[in-house]
């Protein structure tokens, strides 16, 4: 009971802290839609070719990378917390709790991982006001898909600042890996466009199969002759993705002091 009680309580302050911090969530949403609009509307209308089928627009294809996006980049700055933490005090006060280091990372990692989720729901609620069809069935199954993803990179978020002291070089490291894997995951275009040597890097990026998932759900059958991989195989390299970052993130806070 008083792990379950732990947990419920960290996760329970993660989404509190964000939903108190009404800036953050605005601010967070801005550059989705400046991405949907600018390079769904305006850069995508010059791209001939960008898309391989009539049937879907630039726009369609690019927002489910847009909400993979939005899901990497608050996912990562959630890492930012456990600083916050260490610097006040409260991390040392978590540690010295009866918890094992277990639940107090998975505590603050599904805490975390619902902040990323409510933040990927408001762009995909800003997608229907920009006229990407989504259907109520696909809306449902983003949600799974969506919390999966969340896992994996708020893991890698929370293992980084763990090893952190200040915000300056979490916010370094950050930008560091955030690029490349938001960059090389097939956001803003089809992966089976690439050269063949970039594509192999693409698909050692978790993110990649993450964002070929949502295409998946959002897009339907459009989708199913240009996907990547199969669904399942998405979701189970995701899944394998999840563990091992967890396994890795509890060893972290194992070795926090």
């Known amino acids: 009971m008083t792990e379950l009680k732990g947990l419920y309580t960290l996760w329970l302050r993660e989404v509190k802290r964000y939903l108190r911090n009404s800036t953050r969530i605005l601010s967070s949403f801005i550059q989705p839609l400046l991405w949907l609009v600018i390079f769904g509307v305006g850069i995508g209308a010059s791209l001939h070719g960008a898309v391989s089928t009539q049937e879907l627009t630039y726009q369609e294809l690019i927002f489910p990378g847009i909400v993979g996006q939005t899901l990497l980049f608050t996912a990562m700055f959630m890492g930012i917390s456990v600083i916050w933490d260490k610097e006040f005090g409260f991390m040392k006060e978590i540690l010295v709790a009866p918890l094992s280091r277990f639940t107090i990372f998975i505590g603050k990692m599904l805490g975390d991982s619902t902040d990323a989720l409510i933040q990927g729901l408001i762009v995909l609620a800003f997608g229907l006001v920009l006229g990407v069809k989504l259907s109520p069935a696909s809306f449902l199954l983003c949600l ?57 890097i693409s698909k050692l990026n978790p993110l990649t199969y993450g964002v070929d998932a949502l295409r998946h759900v959002i897009l339907g059958e459009t989708w199913q002759s240009l996907q990547l991989q199969p669904l399942i195989v998405d979701l189970a390299v995701v899944g394998i993705f999840d563990l091992a970052m967890i396994v890795v993130g509890t060893w972290a806070f194992h070795k926090m002091k």
Request: aromatic share 14%; proline share 5%.
């Open 144 to 200: 799974p898909v969506m919390l999966l993803i969340t896992f994996g990179l708020v893991s890698v978020g929370l293992i980084i600042a763990s090893f952190m002291d200040n915000l300056e070089s979490f916010g370094a490291i950050q930008s560091f890996i955030n690029l490349p894997l938001f960059f090389l995951s097939g956001a803003l275009f089809q992966i089976q466009s690439l050269p063949a040597w970039l594509q192999d």
